[in-house]
């Protein structure tokens, strides 16, 4: 313990002394985890223990029973959900076969469906729940918040959801699509669905909807799997409160692979490492001007091991604060915000929890953040050269060969370490591999630093003093730098990724995304020969933003649908493809598969207005007007597609599948195919798509059938103009619109690139700031060889413009580089499938990276101009 | 024994064309209760000699001992304990850690050491230097001549036995200066041994010798009793 105790004597003064740095270094660290404890507790709270999952699935209930099926059945144990384990057959479900199988128990009937209610913008779809909330067994399912709930099967309760898209009110009405109308006597809420429109009224009141039943048995596992054998499954109180071991779980369903602790202990790796990037730009500067304290200590006998403990020591002071800070505003913000933060999940907490062993854990984090921060700093204080920092004098800084040959061999290491789990679909080897480069490239940024300020001499005075105090105090501004870039890495590699995703799903697709498909309810049963009306088509116009909308039909064999196709020519078929070999291909076949040029692309399934989905490719019929919209047509392209179909050809998107002007017409899975004259258009989209008119359907020997009427638009429909459309069609019709799948992982890839954003924003002001306190005493000199007041803001500006700028550049490039090569990555992954899936698209997406090339450092240069004052500072005598 | 001795000392800064001798054959010695004063113009390399005798720099050439130990036989943890336990320095200004009581200032070696009770021998130490009621205050609280004279105790606190003072008095006004040289004095009548950098010929009389430097070699060594012929060195 020797020197500490003076160590932390002088970090404690310091840390008052300096209230402005010391708070930035506290808030710094402080902040994130703040942000991180908010989460923890968030998560433990919106964590329900099984008393309370139990409340919200089955009320007051012992288990909720169903019966899907008539044979045995197979569940996990925390579902209701069950899939059949054989094909056997046993005696139909009923009620009166539920009480003998479950003797002595009451069965309390809960219903689940779906509902088209008249809305605002016209007729939506809305869930309906159909239980007695009277029955004290259903309490805690549904919460009532005014009014009471539904006695008789006219009256019903509404979520807030439904009462907004409704306009309906307390004691008004809502009317079905179907023209029932009932009187609303309570607005309700689902504790975990906050945000759904629900209708919720007493069983039986509503048709066509899945019975289950809440009983008062209790109901061990091995119950469970006794009334699985009747068909029977059951989500029991007694199972969530303790549950089976796997041996006893049926091995259908494995342990579903949540990520484990090493990837939460790799993600706050991270956290740290930018947490320690930016407080060590801020603490380094702050050594740096404690120099000379430094240098007397070392003077009246201190160590370097006693230097470097009173730096470190600022850490661990700064690194309690910030502990201290961090958790108090997080428990605070999370308690005051509770209601916004229900509203945001959509869900409400099972309890105020505040997962103390996670605190406690986040304050140890920044407690080691603020040494790690701290690390740098003291390292280099303890070796500076004590007579020149006594003498007042800056010093030498040289970059150490040693640093940058071990960060090029991290970045080496990272970049290998990352293809290699990427390939191998390790997710914890990939952060492993971004941590390693990360700091790879930190490392690296002193030398490149050096390098860059030889340029110097070519720049205007304030770029060329801020281009070189960046290298002449390359402890401050290395890790300002780092920061900035390890923030803008994920930024553009989240971004590159999220790009890729929207490509790759928008890919899939024959048409756009925001295309809008109308079908006949009855035709989606059995394809029916009655044209859609035109007035379908500007029902399309009026309510959505369409530019044409075009009738399909769909080839008609034997009175249904022919599931028409085009198949290559022989000599250019994959000879593997299911259709040739009529089964699956062996693994030798796809093998062999993979080496053929004809397979390449081959058994991609490809998404067609709405509704199917298939690897074969897929035939419509429609008139010659259409065939812009549906190949994707330049205006060159279509004279000739157009005057082809005029001429009874059938025109299909992809050369390779003409030969001799014929096209073979596949039906169904036939073996056999029927040749055809054809025409083809250049390949515009992945997705096979051909066209012919009904002129030629009927010449060919086939008939038509309705399908659709599409519609291309200039923009995503809103959900508003979706429910004004379906409105307008009446319940005859069912309205699709193309629109991107947003799944959890991409939301949170969305919220991680937000914040990203402002990290590297953040830490560009921070950096530029830090800069322009450490170039005082330069400024005073400037101002006495008579440079002019502005020449602050400008010198600022600069040192902005160096510090972001750089940040940014590096981040970009290591950012795209590393999203690009993990997407590589995963891309040659797929090369030893076939059929192989959609590939990753390599895209690079312009807009983030203009931000985060251009408008970061503008944004922080603009920054540093309008807070640094002109007015030149009076420095202290040293 | 003497507490300092400086045996053919040379220092060069640099090397090549851009080599500058800063010290070129110095040899000196300070018997315990001998203040020595080091005069000479700027360049002369007084401050070199200051800093090779506390260690804080090493000669080219030659041996400086402290306590019959050479230094250059030390490493560098060895070299700082060195400073703890036997050398104690004064410099013209900002001598103290701003953020640290007078007390803590003055007890900082000790503290380093892990001394307990250093507050007891600080405010000793303080007391010895006329500070008495000052323990608690911190720099910015007392005036320049104050602040020298907490770091004076802080040269001579525990068996600390010689001052390296780099012109102690230079931000100090001429009262000030002298009631400073006068505790210095004091404490070398008291035993220890100390070194003097300093400009003015008027500090220079309150040492047992004075030596010129220019150059980096002694050109002139003169007794106490001769502070007029000093003065009027050119």
Known sequence: MSGWRAALRIASREARRSPGRSALVIALIAVPVAALSFTAIVHDSTTLTPHEDAARRMGAAQALVSWPYNGPVIQEPTRDFAIPATSAEGEPPSEERLRALLPGTDLVPVERGGVNIRTTAGVGRAGVRMLDLDNPLTHGMVTVLEGRPATTKTEIT??????????????????????????????????????????????????????????????????????????????????????????????????????????????????????????????????????????LVAAVGGSPAHVRRIVLADGVVMGALAALGGVVLGVATAAATRPVVEWLLAERFGAQRFFPSALAALAMLAIITGVLAALVPAWISSR??????????????????????????????????????????????????????????????????????????????????????????????????????????????????????????????????????????????????????????????????????????????????????????????????????????????????????????????????????????????????????????????????????????????????????????????????????????????????????????????????????????????????????????????EVHVDRPTASDVQQALTILGLVAGLITLAAAALATGLAAADGRKDLTTLAAVGATPSLRKLLSLSQAGVIAGLGGLLGTAAGAASALALLAALNAGYADLWPQPELNPLTIPWPTTTISLLVVPAVAMLGAALFTRSRLPIERRE | MSVLELRDVHRIHGAGETAVNALNGISLTVAPGELVAVMGPSGSGKSTLLNLCGGLDSPTSGQVLVDGTSLQSLSRKQLAAWRRKRIGYVFQNLNLIASLTAAENVALPLDLDGVRKSRRQAEIALSEVDLDGYADRFPDEMSGGQQQRVAIARALIGERRLVLADEPTGALDSRTGETVLRLLRSKVDAGAAAVLVTHDARHAAWADRVVFLRDGAVVDVSSRDQPEELLSTP
Not at chain 1, 407 to 429: E, I, Y
Not at chain 1, 694 to 723: H, I, K, W
């Open chain 1, 158 to 295: 509404l979520s807030r959801k439904a009462m907004d898209r409704t306009g309906a009110t307390l004691g008004g009405t809502l009317t079905t699509e179907d023209g029932r109308t009932f009187t609303v006597v309570g607005v309700i809420e689902e504790p975990d669905r906050l945000d759904n429109t629900t209708v919720v009224a007493l069983p039986g009141t509503f048709d066509q909807a899945e019975r289950s039943w809440l009983i008062t048995t209790p109901l061990p596992w091995s119950k469970v799997k006794e009334l699985n054998k009747s068909g029977v499954a059951a989500l029991s109180r007694t199972v969530l409160a303790d549950l089976p071991p796997a041996s006893e779980r049926y091995p259908e369903f494995p342990d579903s692979s949540e990520l484990g602790a090493e990837v939460l202990v790799l993600v706050a790796g991270l956290a740290v490492l930018e947490m320690s990037l930016l407080a060590g730009s801020a603490m380094a500067v702050g050594a740096r001007r404690r120099k000379r304290d430094l240098a």
């Open chain 1, 384 to 733: 500076q050269d004590v007579v020149t920092a006594l003498a007042g004098r800056r010093g030498i800084t040289r970059s150490r060969r040693r640093w940058l040959v071990l960060g090029l061999t991290l970045v080496a290491t990272g970049v290998a370490a990352g293809v290699f789990s990427a390939v191998q679909m390790q997710f914890v080897g990939i952060l492993i591999a971004l941590i390693l480069t990360e700091v790879g490239l930190v490392l690296c940024t002193p030398s490149l630093l050096g390098l860059l300020a030889k340029t110097g001499r070519w720049l205007p005075v304030p770029l060329r003093i801020a281009l070189r105090d960046a290298s002449r105090n390359r402890t401050a501004a290395a890790p300002a730098i780092s920061a900035v870039m390890a923030a803008v890495i994920g930024a553009v590699a989240v971004s590159v990724i999220l790009t890729s995703q929207s490509q790759q799903e928008a890919g899939q697709l024959a048409g756009t995304m925001g295309d809008v498909s109308v079908f006949r309810l009855d035709d989606l049963s059995k394809p029916g020969t009655t044209p859609i009306p035109a007035s379908v088509a500007t029902a399309i116009r009026n309510a959505t933003p369409a530019t044409e909308a075009h009738e399909l039909k769909l080839l008609a064999c034997d009175g249904g649908q022919c599931f028409a196709h085009i198949r290559p020519p022989a000599d250019r078929e994959c000879p593997y493809a299911h259709d040739v070999l009529r089964r699956e291909p062996t693994e030798a076949e796809q093998n062999s598969a993979r080496a053929d040029t004809r397979c390449t692309g081959v058994g991609r399934t490809h998404r067609y207005f709405g509704t199917y989905t298939t690897p074969d490719g897929f035939l419509v019929v429609a008139r010659p007007e259409a065939i812009k919209s549906l190949l994707h047509l330049t205006d060159d392209d279509v004279p000739a597609a157009q005057q082809a179909l005029r001429d009874g050809k059938i025109v299909v998107n992809n050369p390779n599948l003409l030969s001799d002007g014929k096209v073979l017409l596949a039906i169904g899975l036939q073996a056999t195919t029927t040749p055809a004259p054809g025409h083809a258009t250049p390949q515009r989209r992945p997705a096979p798509l051909a066209v012919m008119t009904e002129e030629t359907a009927r010449s060919l020997g086939y008939g038509v059938s309705a399908f659709t009427m599409y519609a291309t638009t200039t923009r995503m429909p809103t959900e508003q103009e979706q429910d004004a459309l379906t409105a307008a069609l009446g319940g005859e019709y």
